[in-house]
């Protein structure tokens, strides 16, 4: 009798010749780019540092293409983004100590972010491992302790044979939903030395589907068939595991209203008879979502965002489907489904039953209509004629990137997206200097489309030596930075708070000049010329930057009142 695990793949001739006689001159960095390699990476993105120059010198032995960014955080973003568009596991070539710990900022996004990063770090020689204090440069009692708290899986190797290994279980848990950044840490000395070992061939690292429980699924397809008022609130889970268009079809299906979370732009159509777009923080559309009696959620935790910052009460049946389990029922009481979005979406749409309500686009139309009321009556026209003119300039189809300033506070809410998957903001972790560099991964993951990244003043800061390295790899990107002289959502909050704002201000460099003196062409625009500026640069090839002086205020809350 004949079991499945007795049966082993046979080497051909060739690979038992190739395993006896492995190429000279190689290492343990050649382990790591050649298990990149044979797990399907194709770009990967980083720094050199003292410690890593073992993966870095594998690097010109490999067919992998190298982005090298300024700063590890910006590489981060970068490996952030390139994962968001392409669904792969990015891989993140760092050193030890300082450098390592420069990119927890972008870790903490892309796990914020579900974005799936693949980290790894050299780190001290082996025999630094363990807390003991040896002097060495970069050296910590603990490195994987500042990661633990930050990425879903932490893997240390020790040896040149758990390479593979190591790197392959990291690359699953990365792509395992929810997907998320990932962290391995290889010592200097592992890295450097020789290595006899055969070359890496194809890796098996098969991420595990996270199926929904039927029984689950039944209950709330019952729920759903027969509700009086269901709506949707469609997070970020939507857009990850590529089910938009499985949410569209269960919406229409039901006559559900839709909403979006601002990390799930682009999971549904902006405009459609059943879309709410993604006006979160409105009083409008939490009433509305309140008053339904089944309320499916569907890979969103409802966190602070996206419950209108914790205003939003639920009155009806909740269902919600989530892959992080931390998240499950967190913040409200529910029908928890863990799973993959897809894959209970698929559930759902084979059990669900035609739900007629005509009234439904009806409703969706007074929700919208009083919202933008509402938006109206605040005489906040230059804002909305910015924003509509970056919609009219980016072509339908290419992806834009935001960064935590003003104008993206707008676009959460008010920005039609044009496509899944096209707009991206650091909205998950919310730290600054996101939008350049993540725009830049963007660029290098699909440059069949111009890129979009848009700043403030003081995010641009975070950013500037990034102008390098677009210029250096030639990378589609233009840049429009909102210069307010500040930090300004900041003055608007302490202005509020305090009657005045301090440590707001900041000293403003001629940033078309800047742009200039890296070789990128740069513009100054107004708001009444942004449309066409804009058009221009994102027409023309390679890096560019618009530059535009306006002061932006935010929309008034409704959480406050």
Known sequence: MTHDHDLVLRPSAAQTEAALNPPPGRNGGDLVVETLSGLGATTVFGLPGQHALGMFDALRRSSLRYIGLRVENNAGFAADAYGRITGEAAPLLLSTGPGALTSLAALQEARAASAPVLAISSQVPTAGLGGGRHGYLHELPDQQASFRGVVKSVHTVRTQSQIPSAIAAAWESALTAPHGPVWVEIPQDVLLAETSLPQVSAMDATPEDLVPRPELTALAAHLLSSAARPAIIAGGGV???????????????????????????????????????????DRHTTDFLEDADVLLVVGSGLGELSSNYHTFKPRGRVIQIEADLGKLESNHPALGIHADARLALSALLETVG?????????????????????????????????????????????????????????????????????????????????????????????????????????????????????????????????DDGGYGILREYMTDAFGQATATELSRPDYVALAESFGVPGVLTTPG?????????????????????????MFAPTHLG
């Open 354 to 482: 035609e739900r007629p309500d005509p009234s439904a686009a009806d409703r969706v139309s007074m929700v919208l209509a009083r919202v933008a009321e509402r938006i109206a009556a605040q005489e906040l026209t230059l804002e909305q004629d910015v924003l509509a003119s970056v919609r009219r300039a980016l072509p339908a189809g290419s992806p834009s990137f935001w960064d935590m300033t003003i104008l993206a506070y707008w676009a959460w809410s008010a920005f039609d997206p044009r496509g899944k998957n096209t707009m991206h903001s650091a909205q998950g972790a919310g730290g600054l200097g996101y939008g350049f560099p993540a725009a830049l991964g963007a660029a290098a993951a699909d440059p069949t489309h111009p890129v979009l990244a848009v700043s403030g003043d003081g995010g641009a800061l975070y950013s500037i030596a990034e102008l390098a390295t677009a210029r250096q790899y030639g990378l589609d990107v233009t840049w429009l930075i909102v």
């Open 529 to 553: 010329t942004l449309e066409e500026d804009l058009a221009k640069a994102l027409a023309a090839p390679g890096p560019s930057v618009v530059v535009l002086p306006a002061l932006l205020r």
């Open 239 to 281: 857009v990850r595991s590529d089910a938009s268009g499985k949410l569209k079809s269960l919406a229409e299906k039901l006559n559900a209203p839709v909403v979006t979370t601002f990390g799930g732009k682009g999971a549904f159509p902006w405009i459609h008879p059943l879309s709410l777009q993604s006006w979160l923080e």
